[in-house]
């Protein structure tokens, strides 16, 4: 056993943030620790690794040598890449931490082998004056296993992307690798390239180290989680198996305890009743009393926490015509330099397009080419009708001195902050998150408000720079079930493999200055099975008369529950337009079959 937590409690103020988080990592663990944004799982890591103290609860750890990798890379001007590959995690503060114990253990006078104390302390004293001394090989070799070259060891750290940068922290963790037990990463893909991320995978699978990684990548989670530990409302959940797997159990669960909820309280209810009738017939008597007594001997079930859905209905203008962007010799020089040379496209009404590659191939550019936003040469048409909605990962539209309902207002009015505040509810921003300045909110909430003014255009293209970077998982869920729906065009800028195999009809790979289509999915493209099936928001409705579902040849009895996703609405509109069923107002995720080509 490497790291144990039990009954972890941590409190900012009057907010609690952890209330009963456990955790158990022993040699060889792969763990995915998953939550939405704002659940705690940044600030258990930092307990796990004692960066911060709990409230309450036991830490046991057995070991030193952990490597970590953190959310945001460093990105100070004070340091150079040099100076972030030589300072490994922890490896200094151990250092001083077991001279400071000798010091103390010396200036006690106990009676202790002075001569292995001193020899020991001169060795740590050598090894903190060493610390700064690296194998340059080592460090050379670990940045170009992520893509990097050697140049950039003397740039400061804020000179680089932030790609650039998350590359020199995983370049840490090599270096440092061979020597831990344990590696902590906090969001190790929210930058990568897909060839990076694939990469890693690798990498990690063959490592040795126990490994606990907070992502919301579903397909990196799928490759390398052999446990998932889900922080929900301060506690923790545990479940076997990889994300997937998660997925079907936590279902499961819900199903099984809002069953045993029912049922609990269906029984006390009615143990109540005959209480009251009791002592209403038999007021001389105390067997109400007895009968009160069970009732609080009965074994409490709690209700299933409601999980607040975030609804997006991405509304599209009337339809542009057949064509929409045609480009044929496009090429883009910046610089003096040749960034894209000779691309030939035709993008059609209705096309989703995936775009990905390599960080710096020109994605980008591709996308401001065909956006009119920088000079390029060769033929391009875009159709008069096409009315583009444009998302940036970055989110510079935003104001971020505004606050979240003084950005919508701007652009609808002063005067509609009603629907301003509807909006922003629609992806669970209320309360205080509406009314502070857009600066002072998360990656994750701002993309969410960025999210909303899309919502205000009325498009028929939608150009899209990393959709689903800083959201949470059921974010993600929501913002692809809205793209599917979307009968518009759209060209989405992606490292998300879950979202080109989803989503995207067309993948295009940007690399060495061209740009390939491919009709399919990044899965089918890659030779790999596609994913069979995807997690989708259902609605809950309940049966009121018997009848059987005629596309699928499924009978429904009465007082049956039916979960349906927007895709198989059309498949019951029958049964919903005759009455045979209604919705209960329940929501749950469901896993359905992956469209089809043809389908999609």
Same mark, same amino acid.
């Given at each position: 056993?490497?790291?144990?937590?039990?009954?972890?409690?941590? =409190?900012?103020?009057?907010?609690?943030?952890?209330?009963?988080?456990?955790?158990?990592?022993?040699?060889?663990?792969?763990?995915?620790?998953?939550?939405?944004?704002?659940?705690?799982?940044?600030?258990?890591?930092?307990?796990?690794?004692?960066?911060?103290?709990?409230?309450?609860?036991?830490?046991?750890?057995?070991?030193?040598?952990?490597?970590?990798? !953190?959310?945001?890379?460093?990105?100070?001007?004070?340091?150079?890449?040099?100076?972030?590959?030589?300072?490994?995690?922890?490896?200094?503060?151990?250092?001083?931490?077991?001279?400071?114990?000798?010091?103390?253990?010396?200036?006690?006078?106990?009676?202790?082998?002075?001569?292995?104390?001193?020899?020991?302390?001169?060795?740590?004293?050598?090894?903190?004056?060493?610390?700064?001394?690296?194998?340059?090989?080592?460090?050379?070799?670990?940045?170009?296993?992520?893509?990097?070259?050697?140049?950039?060891?003397?740039?400061?750290?804020? =000179?680089?992307?932030?790609?650039?940068?998350?590359?020199?922290?995983?370049?840490?963790?090599?270096?440092?690798?061979?020597?831990?037990?344990?590696?902590?990463?906090?969001?190790?893909?929210?930058?990568?390239?897909?060839?990076?991320?694939?990469?890693?995978?690798?990498?990690?699978?063959?490592?040795?180290?126990?490994?606990?990684?907070?992502?919301?990548?579903?397909?990196?989670?799928?490759?390398?989680?052999?446990?998932?530990?889900?922080?929900?409302?301060?506690?923790?959940?545990?479940?076997?198996?990889?994300?997937?797997?998660?997925?079907?159990?936590?279902?499961?669960?819900?199903?099984?305890?809002?069953?045993?909820?029912?049922?609990?309280?269906?029984?006390?209810?009615?143990?109540? +009743?005959?209480?009251?009738?009791?002592?209403?017939?038999?007021?001389?008597?105390?067997?109400?009393?007895?009968?009160?007594?069970?009732?609080?001997?009965? !074994?409490?079930?709690?209700?299933?926490?409601?999980?607040? !859905?975030?609804?997006?209905?991405?509304?599209?203008?009337?339809?542009?015509?057949?064509?929409?962007?045609?480009?044929?010799?496009?090429?883009?020089?910046?610089?003096?330099?040749?960034?894209? +040379?000779?691309? +030939?496209?035709?993008?059609?009404?209705?096309?989703?397009?995936?775009?990905?590659?390599?960080?710096?191939?020109?994605?980008?550019?591709?996308?401001?080419?065909?956006?009119? +936003?920088?000079?390029?040469?060769?033929?391009?048409?875009?159709?008069?009708?096409?009315?583009?909605?444009?998302?940036?990962?970055?989110?510079?539209?935003?104001?971020?001195?505004?606050?979240?309902?003084?950005?919508?207002?701007?652009?609808?009015?002063?005067?509609?902050?009603?629907?301003?505040?509807?909006?922003?509810?629609?992806?669970?921003?209320?309360?205080?998150?509406?009314?502070?300045?857009?600066?002072?909110?998360?990656?994750?909430?701002?993309?969410?408000?960025?999210?909303?003014?899309?919502?205000?255009?009325? %498009?028929?293209?939608?150009?899209?720079?990393?959709?689903?970077?800083?959201?949470?998982?059921?974010?993600?869920?929501?913002?692809?079930?809205?793209?599917?729906?979307?009968?518009?065009?759209?060209?989405?800028?992606?490292?998300?493999?879950?979202?080109?195999?989803?989503?995207? %009809?067309?993948?295009?790979?940007?690399?060495?200055?061209?740009?390939?289509?491919?009709?399919?999915?990044?899965? !089918?493209?890659?030779?790999?099975?596609?994913?069979?099936?995807?997690?989708?928001?259902?609605?809950?409705?309940?049966?009121?008369?018997?009848?059987?579902?005629?596309?699928?040849?499924?009978?429904?009895?009465?007082?049956?529950?039916?979960?349906?996703?927007?895709?198989?609405?059309?498949?019951?509109?029958?049964?919903?337009?005759?009455?045979?069923?209604?919705?209960?107002?329940?929501?749950?995720?469901?896993?359905? =079959?992956?469209?089809?080509?043809?389908?999609?």
């Amino acid at each position: 056993m490497l790291l144990k937590a039990q009954a972890i409690a941590k =409190s900012f103020g009057p907010v609690k943030v952890l209330t009963g988080a456990d955790l158990q990592i022993n040699e060889g663990d792969s763990i995915g620790l998953i939550g939405i944004n704002g659940a705690g799982k940044s600030t258990f890591l930092k307990i796990l690794l004692g960066e911060l103290k709990c409230d309450t609860g036991e830490l046991t750890r057995n070991t030193d040598e952990i490597g970590y990798l !953190e959310q945001f890379p460093e990105s100070s001007s004070q340091f150079t890449v040099r100076d972030v590959l030589g300072r490994p995690y922890g490896h200094i503060e151990n250092i001083k931490r077991k001279m400071r114990e000798i010091e103390a253990s010396m200036a006690s006078g106990e009676n202790i082998d002075w001569n292995a104390m001193a020899a020991e302390y001169s060795k740590l004293e050598r090894d903190l004056k060493a610390s700064d001394v690296q194998d340059e090989g080592k460090l050379i070799r670990s940045l170009k296993k992520v893509g990097l070259v050697q140049d950039v060891m003397d740039r400061t750290m804020d =000179s680089l992307s932030g790609g650039e940068r998350t590359k020199v922290m995983l370049s840490r963790i090599l270096v440092q690798a061979d020597d831990c037990d344990m590696l902590v990463m906090d969001e190790p893909t929210s930058h990568l390239d897909v060839e990076t991320v694939e990469w890693l995978e690798d990498y990690l699978l063959k490592s040795h180290c126990s490994l606990l990684v907070i992502s919301h990548d579903r397909y990196f989670l799928d490759k390398i989680a052999t446990r998932m530990t889900e922080i929900s409302n301060g506690r923790t959940r545990e479940y076997k198996g990889n994300y997937t797997d998660f997925i079907t159990k936590k279902m499961l669960d819900l199903d099984r305890m809002e069953k045993e909820y029912r049922k609990y309280a269906t029984n006390k209810r009615k143990q109540e +009743e005959i209480a009251e009738q009791l002592h209403k017939d038999q007021w001389y008597l105390t067997t109400h009393k007895t009968r009160e007594k069970l009732i609080s001997k009965l !074994e409490k079930k709690d209700k299933p926490e409601e999980i607040k !859905e975030i609804t997006v209905r991405i509304q599209a203008a009337p339809k542009s015509g057949k064509n929409v962007i045609t480009c044929k010799g496009l090429s883009v020089e910046l610089g003096g330099r040749t960034i894209l +040379e000779d691309v +030939e496209l035709d993008i059609h009404k209705g096309d989703k397009i995936g775009i990905f590659g390599s960080n710096g191939e020109g994605k980008s550019t591709l996308i401001k080419a065909l956006l009119e +936003e920088i000079p390029c040469k060769g033929e391009l048409w875009v159709a008069p009708g096409a009315k583009i909605g444009y998302y940036s990962q970055n989110h510079e539209g935003l104001d971020p001195t505004l606050t979240a309902e003084e950005q919508l207002m701007k652009v609808i009015g002063k005067e509609r902050r009603g629907d301003a505040r509807a909006i922003l509810s629609r992806m669970l921003l209320t309360g205080d998150d509406v009314d502070r300045p857009i600066k002072t909110l998360s990656g994750g909430q701002r993309a969410r408000v960025a999210l909303c003014m899309l919502l205000l255009e009325e %498009t028929n293209v939608l150009v899209l720079d990393e959709p689903t970077n800083y959201l949470d998982i059921p974010a993600r869920h929501a913002v692809e079930e809205a793209l599917n729906e979307y009968d518009g065009t759209i060209l989405a800028i992606t490292h998300d493999r879950y979202f080109l195999d989803t989503v995207c %009809t067309k993948v295009a790979e940007v690399k060495a200055g061209s740009v390939r289509i491919y009709n399919g999915t990044y899965s !089918e493209m890659k030779g790999r099975p596609n994913t069979k099936e995807i997690v989708m928001d259902a609605d809950e409705y309940k049966v009121l008369s018997p009848f059987t579902n005629w596309v699928t040849g499924k009978k429904y009895a009465k007082n049956d529950k039916v979960l349906i996703t927007p895709a198989e609405t059309g498949g019951f509109k029958w049964a919903l337009e005759q009455g045979k069923m209604k919705k209960t107002g329940g929501r749950q995720r469901k896993k359905v =079959s992956a469209p089809t080509d043809e389908e999609k």
